[in-house]
């Protein structure tokens, strides 16, 4: 079955040090998300893109960045973690732009 | 005020009964709305989709969109301890640049009791 995986599914890190969340859907949806979730704050967008190559920011993308060489993948970086970025955080995907988005089974980060 | 806001809760419901939740949002454009179910420790997944103003019924779940009023419910018929969940509302941005997006509530936490 297509799916929508995260890797890992939680990691603890050293604020300053750089971070890679990877996202990996076999649907082959142009659309992809990343959301942070953190208690009082609900599903925040971080970045998304509609195809390969395009990349957005969201409503709270400072310290985060996005690439798209690819369909399938949409890795998540800090750049420099800090204590402020401990969430968890839900990549999504969609096939239209219009329709309902899909999401992975999440990624708990721990900036310590 | 926030884009999307649903009924603060925490709601609680005995078993059997019927629970509402409910949404309102600021876009008077945006065209479609979503209902998400969220169990502790897991991802969001999907309940209930509506475009059209009016009900839509699946099982025992019902969702209800007012775009004059720019609101939209989820009752939940026959309420089950398993039911017991965060329930979060999610309306499509509909226009420019913000097209495609999902913008979220903060989430309703449903407990329903034995």
């Known amino acids: 079955d297509a799916e929508i995986t995260q890797s890992p599914r939680h990691k603890i890190t050293e604020t300053g040090r750089q971070v890679t969340l990877a996202c990996h859907q076999t649907?082959?949806?142009?659309?992809m998300f990343w959301y942070r979730q953190d208690l009082g704050h609900g599903l925040r967008l971080i970045h998304y893109?509609?195809?390969?190559?395009?990349?957005n920011k969201g409503e709270v993308s400072d310290g985060y960045s996005v690439s798209r060489s690819n369909t399938e993948d949409l890795p998540l970086t800090l750049e420099s973690a800090a204590s402020s970025q401990t969430s968890v955080y839900f990549c999504?995907?969609?096939?239209?732009?219009?329709?309902?988005?899909?999401f992975g089974q999440g990624t708990r980060l721990t900036v310590v | 005020q926030k884009e999307v806001e649903q009924n603060s809760g925490p709601l609680s419901v005995p078993e059997g009964a019927i629970a509402s939740l409910n949404c309102t949002y600021s876009d008077r454009v945006s065209q479609s709305f979503f209902w998400y179910r969220q169990y502790s420790g897991k991802s969001p997944e999907l309940i209930m989709s509506i475009y059209s103003n009016g009900d839509k019924e699946d099982g025992r779940f019902t969702a209800q969109l007012n775009k004059a009023s720019q609101y939209v419910s989820l009752l939940i018929r026959d309420s089950q301890p398993s039911d017991s969940a965060t329930y979060l509302c999610a309306v499509l941005n509909a226009g420019g640049t913000s097209y495609g997006k999902l913008t979220f509530g903060q989430g309703t936490i449903l407990t329903v009791h034995p």
């Open positions: 893109s509609y195809g390969v190559q395009d990349t």
């Open positions: 999504a995907s969609k096939r239209n732009l219009d329709t309902e988005a899909f």
């Open positions: 649907w082959n949806h142009n659309n």
